[in-house]
């Protein structure tokens, strides 16, 4: 799929309408993304909406695919260390830190709110094509999870018979778990990282198969790199 | 708190309100949930939601209130078996039809949908609280993850340090999961639930201490049960 972005920090007029859209998301929630708002917020009239994208189902899509775009090199940028539990305990803390950090273009990407809802077409049955999206970027973002779990199983540190099925618990486990700190439910000073995430980590890789207190020792170095 | 149920069976002007609300939100979303269309559905004008509840902000409170309520009952109404675990995977079954069967209502509850994110007050740091919310119904609801992790450990088969963290573990991982099957992840026949809820459930029975092969059993005991 084409990339709205012509070349490495140049910015076409399609990228500044993306963009817009998504600060006008973080902003204000999916209610203040109105064709009209985001082409003023670039100088422009609604039309340039239209022009570009068609409307704004096409807006939104790139919107979402741009989501996945920043959440793949969010969790592209964990370096792999010869631990990889550690690695793949990283990886959950980076995705964790990115939903964070921009909850509303996070709950968009997942059909959570109301606006994307409605795009179902987009996802997929990941448990039949190994991927939950159609969307190039999306498919990309998941495989950091797949190639996590592989190279658990590769080092012996875990029984993996279906690499997508088990990398769907650990992203069920992820996604509940960020959703429900985005929502209020764990406070708002992170301690449900230590009293939470990194507990069900350990548990779901000791039920993998792994020694525990290696496990332990792996979700410690993690929280300590992440820093 | 007062129940807006003035008794078993019978339905005051507030409850058919929010009766209507919720028929509302399952038929188009949150948007329409608007006074005049809930006021509409039981024959009033919009004044009906101001007189009963002051505005829209405490119906939705209502409406939500009702939902805890729904899954207390739900959840409630799985009984209890010599197998602890069997029971524990029962309970995270029923949580998800629950979920499942109601999708717009459980969003709303858990503060993911606009209208939600921002009666943030209800919600509670259950890290620090014990309970996710200061409404009873959703304290009596999250009682019963907590009863069900503390029957894991009193019949051997899980060591648990903090029932309410540890219980907090377990509705991450259910939570994400029903959100990824709404949202279209899993696909629409539910294979999710064998491919990925189960053998979440039996990774964390693991993790938690229990051996492999009996959490295999229960769980498999739990989907024959739900069946």
């Known amino acids: 799929m084409a990339s709205v972005r012509d070349n490495e920090g140049g910015s076409t007029p399609k990228q500044r309408l993306v963009d817009a859209a ?11 993304v109105q064709a009209r708002r985001v082409a003023a917020e670039v100088g422009a009239s609604s039309m340039a909406v239209y022009t570009h994208f068609g409307g704004m189902p096409d807006l939104v899509d790139a919107v979402v695919r741009e989501g996945f775009e920043r959440l793949d090199r969010r969790l592209a940028a964990v370096s792999r260390s010869d631990d990889a539990l550690c690695d793949a305990v990283t990886l959950g803390l980076a995705y964790r830190a990115e939903a964070l950090e921009n909850s509303q273009l996070y709950r968009l990407m997942f059909g959570i709110t109301a606006v994307s809802a409605s795009r179902r077409g987009q996802r997929t049955d990941l448990l039949g094509t190994g991927s939950p999206t159609e969307l190039e970027e999306g498919r990309r973002a998941f495989g950091h999870l797949v190639a996590a ?23 069920s486990a992820v996604h509940g778990y960020v959703l429900l700190e985005i929502a209020g439910f764990f406070g708002d000073e992170g301690h449900g990282v230590e009293q939470v995430l990194l507990p069900l980590a350990v548990n779901l890789a000791a039920g ?8 332990e020792e792996s979700a410690r170095r993690a929280l300590r790199r992440a820093g």
């Open 208 to 215: 993998l198969g792994d020694d525990r207190a290696a496990a």
């Open 149 to 171: 779990v592989e190279r658990l199983a590769a080092s012996g540190r875990g029984t993996v018979p279906e690499p997508s099925a088990a990398a769907a618990q650990l992203w």
């Open 22 to 32: 998504i600060r006008l998301l973080a902003a204000g929630g999916p209610e203040a």
